[in-house]
């Protein structure tokens, strides 16, 4: 079936720090979207990336499209505590979304 | 701002129960999803649901899962026979035109 596959599964970064992480799809995807889900939350979607090679900023995230629309990443520049959570990719096929294992980010002070 | 809401928050039942997940979708949205969690996994789609019928299920949604729209604001899934290994948190999300998913903040099903 369709998968997505998410690197790193962990992420645990100082206060400061940058870190990316990496989704990878073996077919095409129409799109990919980003979700964040905090300790006992729900997924919260943070962003859309449609065309290939797209990128878009939020702030101190970063979230790239590849261009074989196969790829994607979301890279966060100087981490706050605030970023704790884990970062779900998730490649939309049709109807459905297939989302990857997520990185589960700790950040130390 | 409008939000996808689901009840009960959590449910706990005997093995072999039936139970009855609802969701309210946000009001103007089209496409209807249900999604599962098991405890410190990913996120895995179960089912999508457009113009009141299904669009797509996943291998996990099999015969004893159903999908319905009683009416105009409800969305509910139903586990016929349920199993330890349904135990999980149920994610509904809706969306507009296929667009963006917005999820609702889930039921923790626990099955005894």
């Known amino acids: 079936g369709q998968q997505v596959m998410q690197i790193p599964q962990y992420q645990h970064v100082q206060e400061g720090e940058d870190f990316t992480t990496y989704c990878n799809s073996s077919?095409?995807?129409?799109?990919i979207q980003w979700y964040k889900q905090r300790p006992g939350g729900h997924p919260v979607f943070l962003i859309q990336?449609?065309?290939?090679?797209e990128v878009k900023k939020q702030k101190r995230l970063t979230f790239q499209f590849g261009e074989a629309k196969k790829n994607s990443s979301l890279h966060i520049t100087a981490t706050q505590t605030t970023d704790v959570g884990t970062y779900f990719c998730?490649?939309?096929?049709?109807?459905?979304?297939?989302f990857g294992a997520g990185t589960t980010v700790t950040v130390r002070a | 701002e409008p939000e996808v809401t689901q009840t009960p928050s959590h449910q706990v039942t005997q093995m072999g129960q039936e139970v009855i997940l609802r969701c309210v979708p946000i009001?103007?949205?089209?496409?209807f999803y249900w999604y599962r969690q098991i405890l410190g996994q990913k996120v895995e789609f179960l089912v999508s649901?457009?113009?009141?019928?299904?669009?797509?299920k996943s291998e996990i949604f099999d015969d004893q899962f159903s999908v319905e729209r009683p009416d105009g604001s409800n969305f509910t899934l139903k586990i016929r026979s349920t199993k330890l290994e349904d135990s999980a948190m149920y994610f509904c999300?809706?969306?507009?035109?296929?667009?963006?998913?917005?999820f609702g903040p889930g039921t923790r099903l626990l099955v005894l």
């Open positions: 999300a809706s969306s507009a035109q296929e667009r963006t998913q917005y």
């Open positions: 077919t095409t995807l129409s799109n």
């Open positions: 990336l449609v065309k290939s090679g």
């Open positions: 998730a490649g939309r096929y049709d109807y459905k979304l297939s």
């Open positions: 009001s103007n949205h089209l496409y």
């Open positions: 649901f457009y113009n009141n019928e299904i669009s797509e």
